[in-house]
C-alpha cells in the first residue's frame, strides 16, 4: 500500500472522469456532429445520454442537435424507456 490510502467510488468514478473529459475538450461547436449523431443512429437506435457519451459531448448538445435533426425530419422518437428517455432512431 502507498502512502496514500485508496478509494473506489464505484459507478461515480466513470461519471467523474466522463465529466473531465468533457471539461478538457475544446469549448466550441463542431460542425460535423449531426452527421456523427446519425452514423450512431444508424446502427441502433439511443437515447440523448447514450449519444452524448459515444459522441464525448454534453447530453444539453446531443439533446439540442436531436431536437434539430426531428425538426429537419430525419430523425423519430422510436421508443420510451424508462426514467422518460426517448430512443431515438432514424426516420
Same mark, same amino acid.
Given at each position: 500500500m502507498g502512502e496514500y490510502p485508496e478509494i473506489n467510488l464505484g459507478y461515480k468514478d466513470r461519471k467523474i472522469k466522463e465529466f473531465i473529459n468533457r471539461i478538457d475538450k475544446p469549448k466550441r461547436y463542431i460542425r460535423g456532429n449531426k452527421?456523427?449523431?446519425?452514423?450512431?443512429?444508424?446502427?441502433?437506435?439511443?437515447?440523448? $445520454? *447514450?449519444?452524448?457519451?459515444?459522441?464525448?459531448?454534453?447530453?444539453?448538445? &446531443?439533446? @439540442?442537435l436531436a431536437k434539430e435533426?426531428? $425538426? *429537419?425530419?430525419?430523425?423519430?422518437?422510436?421508443?420510451?424507456?424508462?426514467? &422518460?428517455? @426517448?430512443?431515438?432512431?432514424?426516420r
Open positions: 452527421e456523427k449523431l446519425l452514423l450512431e443512429l444508424s446502427k441502433a437506435d439511443l437515447t440523448v $445520454n *447514450e449519444l452524448a457519451l459515444k459522441l464525448n459531448m454534453t447530453r444539453q448538445g &446531443a439533446r @439540442y435533426l426531428m $425538426n *429537419e425530419n430525419k430523425i423519430i422518437v422510436k421508443s420510451f424507456v424508462k426514467y &422518460a428517455a @426517448y430512443k431515438y432512431g432514424l
